[in-house]
């Protein structure tokens, strides 16, 4: 199955393929292909990250939190902070999800690795440099959404009320696993 917006394709695997047959697909498809994307982009960047932390990357928290500060002050803000939280939230469903973990065959060398990864994060003052990272992108987006209610303008704040939904699910799973 190809999604299409104009001349834009995604190409999607085959047991995406069977769950999207079910969807009605309307004009706004591309906002679907998007948040597919985005989480593709973010368990991409969590399999990765469970492969070169802290061994080889010891500074992806650090990187990942300068990049989110740059694109503060872009267009492309909610979007890089969407995707930070479901990064957050594949991290920790793939090193701590026990449910996710059952579902594959369990081996010593992934045992040992989610251990040292979880250790790596809680030592390294990783796990604080998220928890500010998380705090202040939430704070920021309930702010904007206060402000434009206050202001009576009509804005569309639904970002930032997506941004607070991914915000407190993203914290509330890397605090059970972290701390």
């Not at 694109?71 to 090193?95: K, V, Y």
Request: hydrophobic content about 45%; some cysteine.
């Amino acid at each position: 199955m190809v999604l299409q917006r104009r001349r834009h394709h995604v190409r999607l695997p085959r047991t995406e393929r069977s769950v999207l047959a079910a969807l009605p697909l309307t004009d706004h498809s591309y906002i679907f292909c998007s948040t597919v994307l985005r989480n593709v982009v973010a368990l991409a960047l969590a399999l990765f990250f469970v492969r070169v932390y802290p061994t080889q990357w010891s500074s992806f928290f650090e990187d990942i939190v300068g990049l989110l500060q740059s694109a503060s002050t872009q267009s492309s803000a909610p979007a890089a902070a969407l995707l930070f939280f479901h990064t957050i939230i594949e991290i920790s469903n793939e090193i701590f999800d026990q449910l996710l973990k059952s579902a594959r065959d369990f081996t010593q060398e992934r045992h040992v690795r989610d251990g040292r990864i979880r250790d790596a994060i809680r030592n390294s003052g990783d796990a604080a440099m998220m928890n500010t990272a998380v705090l202040r992108l939430i704070e920021g987006a309930v702010d904007s959404v206060r402000a434009a209610r206050e202001a009576g303008s009509g804005a569309n704040v639904s970002p930032q009320l997506e941004i607070v939904h991914w915000g407190l699910r993203a914290f509330a799973l890397y605090i059970r696993t972290y701390f």
